[in-house]
């Protein structure tokens, strides 16, 4: 759903208990002890502009020096996995919350629940259970993707309609465009990115994975996980969205010429269209994400953290370093403007100081709010979704279950129900004690 979204996956989970994965998975246990002395933490990173925080960091602190290494690429992870097996793993890594709480499962993360208490006060609920799955703290938050809407205005306009505010809405509206032009999408879901499923099952209040009374109830089909899935499949039945792939260097098009004339996005994305929208530049507004319930208004989002590895000596001195990082006003300050190239969006409580100079004010209209529609976003992100311990593994199956349904070879629901048995033989199959949800 979020466009152009890149999610990396790792490895399946190894076979451990679920006593492991909610009593923290880690080198050792978490005393919240203090470390003195001059250290230095092997950072791996590959957001722009974070090697040059590294550097204020290392001036203002000579007792924590933190050495930074570029780990672009797609094998990251696996490299990660490779380092942590031999020993020569770094302190700290960015991380993806769905791989944070694969790698807490596998036993691969540093438990710092009481290191890190001081500091949870700083960031949002939501950000906070990325980092803490099962309930032990793994990790630090360090950046949010909050959804919400971006549409051609002047099309809108010319279609005779409005921003959608619910989803029934977003599916009246397709009907309505396609009645003035049978070509014209209101949507688009690429066949190799399930995240639009991700997102709306989010949005409506789903828990695929929930820790309840020291097992995990998994919630593929429960009412609101098919609540979600029905939207979806009523894009896809009733042909309302396009199907460009964000594989493709030439997906801008569907929307820069008008062909698809809605999307849910996110602030990183924002200076990307500024770039490749060329045609419609102007013609573009924000509004709030499209909701489930008005009354019980929720939306969606990506979690960066920073994850603390096995055998990290110093988790005292790198929550200190992580936190700084992710929540001062002066790192934010750097990180969140567009010439630092980061794309990275706080994921702490206030983020008003840091919106409105990352809106490329020629992008879009003016006729609406934009910082403020990106506030309340960030403020609206469902606090009850778990990234659970095969997360990363299921995430892959979907991937495969996904094209089947964008190609009417399958139903949403066929896939939920797929997903829910197969999350449920995978778990059980490594030992972690899981029941369906409601069961």
Known sequence: MSTFRKRATAGAAAVLSLSLVLAACSSGDDTGATTKGKVQLEFWSWTDGIQQQVAVWNKAHPDIQVKYVNAAGDTVYQKLRAAITSGNAPCLAKMDGMNLATFAADGLLTDITKIAAPYKSRYTAAAWNAVSPGGATYGIPMGSSPLFTAYRADLFQKYGLKAPTTWDDVIAAGKTAQKKDKNVKIYNMAGEDPSTLVDLSW?????????????????????????????????????????????????????????????????????????????????????????????????????????????????????????????????????????????????????????????????????????????????????????GPDYASMYSEMQKQWGKVMKKQMTVKAMLTHLQEWVLADLKHKGVKAVAAGS
């Open 203 to 387: 949005q409506s209040g789903a828990q695929w994975y929930k820790v309840a009374g020291g097992h995990w109830e998994i919630g593929f089909t429960s009412p609101e996980a098919l609540r979600a899935g029905d939207v979806v499949q009523q894009l896809v039945d009733d042909n309302l969205a396009s199907n460009a792939s964000y594989q493709d260097p030439g997906v801008f098009k569907t929307w820069d010429l008008g062909k698809t004339i809605m999307m849910t996005t996110s602030t990183w994305q924002l200076p990307i269209y500024d770039t490749n929208f060329p045609r419609s530049k102007g013609e573009w507004q924000l509004a709030d994400a499209p909701l489930f319930d008005p009354a019980k208004p929720q939306t969606s989002s990506n979690f960066d953290t920073v994850g603390f590895l096995k055998g990290c000596k110093y988790p005292d001195r790198a929550a200190q370093f992580a936190t700084w990082m992710s929540s001062s006003k002066e790192s934010l300050t750097a990180l969140t403007d567009p010439a630092s190239k980061s794309g990275l969006f706080p994921a702490v409580k206030d983020v008003s100081p840091y919106v409105d100079k990352i809106i490329p004010k020629e992008m879009f209209n003016g006729k609406s709010d934009s910082a403020q529609i990106i506030t309340t976003a960030a403020s609206r992100v469902g606090e009850q979704w778990q990234y």
